[in-house]
């Protein structure tokens, strides 16, 4: 999988919108970029995954430019739940049993 | 429709001793994979099962084994524990081995400690 940077932690107040970039400068025209969530104590949690330009869900927003050299994670108006580990994943979706594997992910603090 | 059923949820062990943890997947997914989150560290990938065989292994010694049952179930045998071992072992179901990165459903891991 490609190897990827993301800042080690961010701090944002209840409310704000957050962005999250991931650097994958060495993406394949194959890799998907793929997003996880993860609490204290408990496993990932999928959030969201786009290949190109814009993808939303009820949870988040990816966003990758043209180059698909990054992407940025956007929470919108986020709560103190929101306060987790995320991760950023690049990798071939076509390639059979592909393992995930985590960096050390960015960890949002999210304060009142 | 039930998730990724860890057990136990939490173990203490003493060094040189053998665990073995349990996962049971997803309902409908029929592929098991663990991984070992030391604190303050991503999950690291230790192998994966399908069809009752290891088909992916990562950079883990061989005292890590493990074991798919004919339901999909799954064991994590770790022998000669040491000190380092300590961490929380996630297991991840997913279905087919051509799943994709957002395809997997962890279960809220095995916290083990060694003393």
């Known amino acids: 999988l490609a190897k990827t940077t993301q800042p080690i932690s961010m701090d944002s107040y209840e409310g704000q919108e957050v962005n999250i970039t991931c650097s994958h400068n060495n993406i394949a025209t194959n890799d998907y970029i793929t997003w996880y969530q993860q609490f204290p104590s408990q496993g990932p949690r999928f959030i969201i995954q786009g290949y190109k330009t814009k993808v939303t869900n009820e949870v988040a927003s990816l966003f990758i430019p043209a180059d698909r050299k990054s992407s940025t994670l956007s929470l919108p108006r986020v709560s103190l739940s929101d306060t987790a580990v995320y991760y950023c994943?690049?990798?071939?979706?076509?390639?059979?049993?592909?393992?995930?594997?985590f960096g050390k992910g960015t960890t949002l603090s999210v304060s009142s | 429709d039930a998730g990724v059923t860890q057990s136990p949820t939490h173990l203490i062990k003493t060094r040189g001793q053998q665990v073995t943890l349990r996962c049971s997947p997803k309902s409908g997914h029929d592929t098991v994979s663990w991984y070992q989150q030391a604190l303050g560290q991503g999950p690291q990938f230790i192998f994966q099962?399908?069809?009752?065989?290891?088909?992916q292994r990562g950079n883990f010694p061989d005292r890590f084994s493990g074991h798919q049952f004919p339901n999909y179930s799954s064991e994590l045998n770790v022998n000669a524990l040491l000190l380092g071992d300590s961490a929380l072992y996630l297991c991840?179901?997913?279905?087919?081995?051509?799943?994709?990165?957002?395809?997997?459903?962890f279960g809220s891991g095995t916290r083990l400690t060694v003393v």
């Open positions: 991840a179901s997913s279905l087919g081995q051509a799943s994709t990165l957002g395809g997997y459903t």
């Open positions: 994943l690049v990798g071939d979706m076509d390639q059979a049993g592909t393992a995930l594997i």
């Open positions: 099962y399908y069809e009752e065989e290891e088909r």
